[in-house]
């Protein structure tokens, strides 16, 4: 199997809500396609490259990885941790753990892995009421007999410990490449002509042919058709995507656990806005651990300046998402202010955001 | 039509519900001047955002861009990012007449409509009721207007109910 250079870049792993860290990511990539065109996104703040063609461009790995981390350096100031490996599994791992395995050390390093590294908690847990403490211990075990304690997700994270597969299943962020792709405006303008339903009407001639002025007049990103999908809060529920690009394959507005209940903001904002939640004393209201509030919030400072009174509050709901596929911690918050309008807040990465406004 | 609100207070929401009925029959709608619309609150609203153009910054071609949308939808929504101009809002009002469309602009005090309407919602207030989390809110608004406007006077509905729709009270 083919070596594989990963990339782990810590601080691009966490996503922060005012899309820097997508477009930070971006820039990763745009100038590792300087060194070899084949560099890959997984997910936010780890991608990979093939390391045999730039090995040889270069004159050696070493020659590669000191090009990899000035080029990292260079475009974020950010250092980046590698690791070569064979499959993504093990390439991930390496790359968090800063190993680089030369070719057929791949087996006995995926081997010595604890069995928290398949990421399914349950199976590390039983694990080790069995006495299976790594990923080899657990390759061990007979597959018929896994098939029969286990469920379906474990035979298939069993094939991996095996290296029978080579990577985690939702490893990668499926929908990543669609969202750099849109970052960064490549969304290619087609199928107006494709009506809703497969039929035309006359007023959807007359609508698309309105649509048709109203971009030109404005640009491409001038007018604007929304979409849902699934999310368990308004903001990632829906999107806004040019008219007349391709409709990304969605999921449909079926039911999600957790979802945040009762009416949804009715302005959403796309680039939510930092805020400070301040207490009665004027400190700072925090998130705790625990998913409570350190105090009761008493007003709201936008960062214009601009300050509100908190008449009333609810939540937090927070909302912890699967590593694998984000990372994301949040909890939401609804205040009331003096002025009387309601807002929808969300803490994330430290610190407050408006996401959503009750007008 | 003139939605006429103080930021905050429930007009954005009144505004949109007024597409629901419509875009459940079929008709085309756009929003111009909106900058982040809540589309999963639209869609509980009943609106079908399948039949929904949304031009949320128009910039300083606001008029234009909403003249061009109306040769082409039957509702359309504005929300002029400054006090329109007496021209502005004429040639809008003209163009409506003409195509037969509806025309809803979402005005606030200190940026009114500059041209008398037939029909217009003024909010006077609102209250949210709350539990664990915001259920709903009642909206005071005043109709007026210069047509035939059949319901003159004070009305209060409930915009967003528990379902996030829009219902008369």
Known sequence: ?359 | MVVHAQPGLGGLSVALSLLSGASAKGHWAAVVGVDDPGVVAMADLGVDLRRVLFVPRPRGAWAEAAADLLDGVDLLIVRPPSRASHAAARKLMDRVRERGTVLIALTEPSAPWPLPVDLSFHLTSSRWIMSSRLDARYVTLRVGGRGEAARRGEHVVMVPDAQGRAAAR
């Open chain 1, 1 to 359: 199997m083919e070596r594989l250079l990963a990339l782990w870049v810590e601080p691009l792993v966490e996503e922060r809500p005012d899309g820097s860290t997508l477009r930070d990511y971006l820039r990763v990539l745009d100038v590792l396609g300087v060194i070899c065109p084949f560099v890959e996104p997984v997910r936010l703040g780890l991608c990979t490259l093939p390391l045999r063609g730039p090995s040889r461009f270069f004159g050696g790995d070493e020659a590669v990885f000191a090009t990899v981390r000035q080029s990292v350096r260079d475009v974020l100031g950010l250092e980046v941790s590698l690791g070569v490996a064979e499959g993504l599994f093990c390439a991930e791992l390496a790359a968090r753990q800063g190993v680089v395995l030369s070719a057929g050390q791949t087996t006995a390093f995926r081997r010595a892995q604890p069995l928290s590294a398949l990421g399914h908690k349950e199976l590390a847990t039983t694990g080790r009421r069995l006495g299976v403490y790594t990923v080899g211990d657990f390759a061990d075990l007979d597959a018929a007999r896994v098939a029969e304690r286990f469920s379906a997700s474990v035979r298939v994270l069993h094939r991996v410990a095996r290296g029978e597969l080579a990577e985690l299943p939702g490893q990668r962020d499926t929908r990543l490449v669609a969202r750099l792709r849109s970052a960064r405006g490549e969304d290619v303008l087609r199928d107006e002509q494709v009506g809703f339903f497969g039929q035309r009407t006359a007023g959807d001639d007359r609508a698309q042919a309105a649509a048709h002025r109203v971009r030109h007049r404005l640009g491409p990103e001038g007018v604007l058709v929304a979409r849902l999908h699934g999310g368990r809060v308004p903001e990632d529920r829906a999107t806004l995507t040019p008219w007349g690009s391709p409709s990304p394959n969605q999921r449909d507005d079926a039911p999600w656990p957790g979802r945040l209940a009762g009416p949804s903001p009715i302005t959403s904002l796309h680039q939510p806005v930092a805020v400070e939640l301040r207490d009665d004393h004027d400190e700072p209201v925090r998130m705790g651990a625990r998913g409570s509030l350190s105090a009761a919030p008493a007003s709201l400072v936008l960062v214009r300046g601009s300050r509100r009174g908190v008449v009333w509050f609810a939540g937090p709901w927070p909302l912890v998402e699967r590593w694998w596929a984000s990372g994301r911690r949040r909890a939401h918050v609804q205040v009331l202010l003096d002025s009387g309008e309601a807002m929808l807040l969300s803490a994330e990465a430290g610190r407050w955001w408006l996401v959503g406004i009750y007008d």
